[in-house]
């Protein structure tokens, strides 16, 4: 293979990461070409735009920070070098205006994904960067002193030669847009320190069976309450669990029934704490507040007034304003003789307990815990096992609820990871 003066950049993972990162290396006249496994790049992206593309929330800087949990200090200086108002001055530069919604989210006017990726990627054709699709990455000939990368391709195996490597290939959520997480085992073979990649914001299966233990617990709901059940959502509620340290979590919102389980914006609000919990004992227990403006003691005071000849549904109705999905829940978990004690029924009213016996798996999750250590990176970006080759975006190791952080971090890190590489190029 003959090498040329010109450098020459690979970027392996055209989602949000690999293309920010092309685009600031590709600014500098560096050669850049973005190769991905699928037809098209974006594709998970994409799919964040049903949703209307939430890019990044308006909140404090400090207060955002804080959403990174223990990765905070490690993407900070990222996210301080192109954070909120830098995203939304970038898509503005893309001709996509932003607002931010009631609850601080900031969304793209049309609410879509495709009207800035379309214009995002005419930038980076005209920037000069090549794109090579149905590329899937297979890891390197050689690393040195060039890296001689290995992909597969329809027409066989294909070999590429880069200075240097930026990859961004995403978690291993959605396999099926991409990002199927194969990478973990070429980079650990060549002594990458990865954490397990682990479902994140995601979904759990309950058991309403709390006499046995976790591994031979009836899964799922009854077949009665799916059935009227199955999708409804569970309005204003608010939900606690604790941790595996001790810490309680308590996060108010929405969630939903599903086949197996719970899912929904609140549980993935506490989808952290609750895979962790499971992960280390092998129990989580998440308590539902069913009317959180109420309090236990007029609850209490309201279902002991008379019943009369009203059913169950009725008083709970009237006395308690607890109906549809809320009063199913009530009856799927409660004992009959709870459901007819009013300082019983009060009580899990305010605090229903959900046994969860798994979450999710990882490919159903919206994003991906674990990935690439930080410790094994200098400035988070480049690997000390392999110099010359940065990471960016969701393979890295860390995590965020939703709300506009996974896509923020995704571009902070991309925009990160091209300018080290840009460094990198100048001083090698
Ligand atoms: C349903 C859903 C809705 C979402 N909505 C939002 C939202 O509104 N706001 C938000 O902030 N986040 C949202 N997210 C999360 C967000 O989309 C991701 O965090 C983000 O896309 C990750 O970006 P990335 O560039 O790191 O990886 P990805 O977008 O996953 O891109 C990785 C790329 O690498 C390629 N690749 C992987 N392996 C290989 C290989 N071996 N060879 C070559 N190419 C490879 C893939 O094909 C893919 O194109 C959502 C996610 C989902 C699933």
């Not at 001055?89 to 609850?103: E, K, Y």
């Not at 009959?336 to 798994?358: E, F, G, V, Y």
Request: net charge neutral.
């Amino acid at each position: 293979m003959k090498r040329t003066a010109a450098r020459h950049v690979a970027v392996i993972g055209g989602g949000p990461a690999g293309l920010m990162a092309a685009e600031r290396v590709s600014a500098q006249g560096i050669d850049v070409t973005v190769f991905d496994a699928m037809p098209s790049v974006g594709r998970k992206f994409l799919l964040a735009g049903r949703g209307g593309l939430n890019l990044t929330h308006s909140e404090p800087l400090d207060a955002f920070l804080t959403r990174y949990g223990t990765r905070a200090a490690e993407l900070a200086p990222m996210i301080e070098a192109f954070g909120p108002a830098a995203l939304r001055d970038w898509a503005a530069s893309l001709g996509i205006d932003t607002f931010v919604g009631s609850s601080g989210r900031v969304f793209p006017t049309e609410m879509k994904a495709a009207p800035l990726l379309r214009a995002w990627l005419a930038r980076l054709r005209s920037q000069g960067v090549k794109f090579a699709v149905r590329h899937r990455w297979q890891g390197w000939v050689d690393t040195a002193p060039t890296q001689i990368l290995r992909f597969s391709t329809r027409e066989g195996e294909r070999y590429a030669e880069a200075d240097a490597v930026i990859l961004a290939l995403g978690g291993g959520s959605w396999a099926k847009l991409g990002s199927d997480g194969a990478w973990v085992d070429l980079l650990r073979a060549r002594g990458v320190d990865i954490a397990d990649l682990r479902p994140a914001n995601c979904g759990f299966d309950v058991s309403t069976d709390f006499a046995t233990d976790t591994a031979n617990a009836n899964k799922g709901w009854s077949t009665h309450f799916l059935e009227r059940f199955a999708g409804a959502p569970i309005k204003s509620v608010a939900a606690r669990c604790t941790d595996p340290h001790g810490h309680e979590h308590t996060r108010s919102g929405e969630c939903m029934i599903s086949p197996t389980g719970i899912e929904g914006g609140l549980i993935y609000a506490l989808s952290a704490p609750l895979r962790d919990s499971l992960h280390a004992s092998g129990k989580a227990t998440l308590h539902l507040d069913l009317a959180p403006g109420r309090s236990l003691e007029r609850l209490v005071a309201d279902l002991s007034r008379p019943r009369g000849s009203r059913s169950l549904a009725s008083h709970l109705q009237g006395q308690a304003g607890i109906k549809g999905v809320k009063a199913g829940l009530l009856r799927e978990c409660l004992p009959a003789a709870a459901l007819n004690d009013p300082a019983q029924l009060a009580t899990a009213i305010k605090a229903l307990p959900l046994r969860l016996i798994a979450p999710r798996p990882l490919d159903e999750a919206i994003s991906s815990a674990g990935g690439v250590r930080f410790e094994d990176t200098l400035d988070g970006t480049m690997l000390r096992a392999l110099p010359g080759v940065f990471c960016a975006g969701e393979m890295l190791d860390w995590e965020a609820p939703t709300g506009g952080y996974l896509l923020t971090a995704c571009l902070a890190s991309g925009h990160a990871a091209g300018l080290r590489t840009i460094d990198w190029l100048n001083t090698h």
